[in-house]
């Protein structure tokens, strides 16, 4: 086995609070830890499923002086989560207003059932239904 592991994925956003609540509150994720950068005018805010001990996480970076939304780079992919009723999942978060970019559904070349949601700044995030 690795020494290694996955730590967190960087994700920089505008509005820190309304991340928070798309992936604590829609998502489920806890808030892991908070923490404020006086000096260089930045908070880290760190969400996920379990403990950063021995799983990996999201790292929110908000600058505070940013005046604009970010434009994501064409490099960017999307986040991963595996959902156990995605057709459920998914009334759940078009009711709260979150955005659905592709409607569940199986793959176009496989069988695994699949939706993409963004979150409020834009990011892409594959849900995978995992019975």
């Known amino acids: 086995m690795s020494q290694y592991r996955l730590l967190h994925t960087m994700l920089r956003v505008f509005d820190l609070d309304k991340s928070l609540d798309f992936y604590t509150r ?10 404020d950068y006086e000096g260089g005018r930045f908070t880290l ?17 908000h600058n505070w002086d940013q005046a604009e939304p970010y434009v994501i780079g064409s490099g960017y992919g ?5 959902v156990p009723d995605i057709y459920g999942t998914c009334e759940t978060l078009r009711a709260e207003g979150a955005k659905i970019t592709r409607e569940p559904g199986p793959m176009k070349h496989g069988s695994t059932v699949i939706a993409f949601i963004e979150d ?6 594959e849900l995978i239904e995992r019975k």
Do not use: C, N, Q
């Open 120 to 125: 409020p700044d834009g990011y892409k995030i």
């Open 45 to 61: 805010a760190f969400v996920g499923y379990g403990e950063e001990s021995d799983t990996a996480v999201i790292e929110l970076t």
């Open 78 to 82: 999307h986040i991963a989560i595996g």
């Open 26 to 35: 829609l998502l489920g994720m806890k808030m892991l830890r908070r923490t």
